[in-house]
Structure formats: C-alpha cells, structure tokens
C-alpha cells in the first residue's frame, strides 16, 4: 500500500469515495488501525480524557500530545504503517501568537506528525494561513470545539440557529481560503454539515455527530470499540457488536463509512 498522502485523499474525495479517521493514542492500536484500513489517525486531545481521567481537553499540553504523537508514528513504522498523521495543538498551544502556533505545530511535525489540528474559527484563519505557507498542512475544527467547552457552556450542539449556522459557513470557507485542507465538523445539524462540505472543494470535511453529508467521518476510538467510562454521546455506533476482535470492529468501521451506513443517513442525530 502506498501512504496515505493529500494528493491520495483529494483523490478519494473526487471518487465520492468517504474518508475514514479514527483517533489512535498508541504504537499498538495504531499499528491495528492501519491495518484495518483507516486512513487517517487522529492522535486526538482526547486522550486527556480516555487516557489520562481528565474531565475536559482543557489541561492537556504539547508535552503529552507530542509523548502520545511519537507513540502512534513508531507503531506506524514498526508496521509500515500507511496512514496520513494528525496531531492535535492542545489548548493554549496556539491562542497566543502565530509564531507559538508555528512553534508548537513543529514540535508535533518533529514527534512525528504529518499535519496539526487547531479548533476555532475566525481569528485562527490567520494562524492557518501562517502555518499553511510556511509547509504545515492544517485541520480544522468548528461546531463543538471541546477545548472551549467552558466558554460554549457544555457540550452541546452548535450552529443551530440561522445566525450561527452563517457564521460557521464564513469561518469554513475563510479556513479553505487559508490553506486549511481538511475541516473536522463536531457536532452540526447535518445539513449544514452538508452544506459546508458542498461548499468546499478543497477543503476536506471530516464529520463526528454531523450525519452523513461530509467528505469523511471520525470516531473516538474507544467509543467505537464500546470501552467508555461513563455513557457515550448518542452519535456512537459500538462496532465491537457482532465482532470478535479490534481490528475486525476497526475493518468493520472502515466498511460502513465507504459504504455509506454509518452514520445511519435516515437518522438526524440534531
Ligand atoms: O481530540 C479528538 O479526538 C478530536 C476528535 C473528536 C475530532 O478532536
Ligand atoms: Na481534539
């Protein structure tokens, strides 16, 4: 298999052929992932939370997600893993300056990681754009953004209302203007999902409690696999169901994004 390269995921894109991501925090679980055919890892901040007992994304640092980043890339290698690497800038990593942003993406690119991951959206086009020109490719993030989570007031749904659903729109395209190349929807009514993901072309949506319209879909990993501490959110599906091992709930994952039954299309989570 070749590596999973931009070029590669444009490709799918064009095919109408759906992206898949999972999060992955170690060697193992990534090394099972890439096998199982997922394209993209997320080495998510949400390890603060399913690896490390915190109550939000908020306390995690660069230190811990360039620790977890250099972990998932040598399980990849060990491997001859092919999938494309995310890193996620963990809260306050990037707030500050565009040359903290650049400072910070390069400790992730130096763990390992092929693209960063930052949340938000207005004043974070000109840290994609600064990132984007200077060879980082960039993520983005808008709806839920868990690393506002105090300031949004919970975990809740986002771009509801006629006005916020504009907003999200200009922030989304102002991002694809930016260089952003990919775009993770947390959390959206779907169709404006679908409307976001209609309106860029090169800009690759990748939904998560969005419905079924984006480009591609991404899960937390130990909730596909149905190992949660408390109760997962509603858009999970446990793919551990029916299933005798992770990488099979990992193919079988793989198999309902391309194939269009996750997320369920006649279900409206929102
Ligand atoms: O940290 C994470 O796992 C994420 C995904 C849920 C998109 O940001
Ligand atoms: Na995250």
Not at 54 to 66: A, E, F, N
Not at 112 to 128: D, I, R, S
Not at 216 to 237: A, C, I, S, T, W
Request: proline share 4%; charged share 15%; aromatic share 6%.
């Amino acid at each position: 298999r070749k590596p999973v390269s931009l070029p590669r995921l444009h490709e799918l894109r064009q095919r109408g052929e759906k992206i898949t991501m999972l999060t992955a925090y170690d060697a193992t679980f990534a090394a099972v992932a890439d096998s199982a055919g997922v394209e993209c890892l997320l080495v998510g901040d949400s390890l603060g939370m399913v690896c490390q007992g915190l109550s939000s994304t908020v306390g995690v640092t660069l230190d811990t997600m360039c620790y977890h980043t250099q972990s998932v890339t040598r399980g990849l290698r060990r491997v001859q893993g092919t999938a494309w690497v995310i890193g996620d800038l963990p809260f306050g990593s990037y707030q500050e300056s565009r040359e903290q942003a650049m400072r910070s993406a390069t400790a992730l690119m130096h763990a390992g990681a092929h693209m960063v991951k930052l949340e938000g959206g207005g004043w974070t086009t000109e840290v994609v754009r600064f990132l984007v020109e200077r060879g980082i490719p960039v993520c983005a993030h808008l709806g839920l953004t868990p690393q506002t989570v105090h300031a949004l007031g919970g975990y809740r749904v986002q771009g509801r209302s006629e006005a916020d659903a504009e907003r999200l729109q200009g922030h989304a395209r102002d991002l694809q203007d930016a260089g952003a190349s990919m775009l993770v929807l947390e959390m959206v009514p779907a169709h404006l999902a679908s409307a976001i993901t209609a309106q860029l072309a090169h800009c690759h949506t990748i939904g998560i409690g969005s419905g079924a319209g984006t480009a591609g879909q991404v899960l937390v990993m130990h909730d596909m696999l149905g190992v949660n501490l408390g109760k997962p959110p509603k858009f999970v599906r446990n793919f551990m169901d029916g299933q005798h091992s992770v990488a099979a709930a990992m193919a079988a994952y793989v198999r309902a994004v391309k194939d269009g039954s996750f997320p369920d299309p006649a279900l409206h989570a929102w």
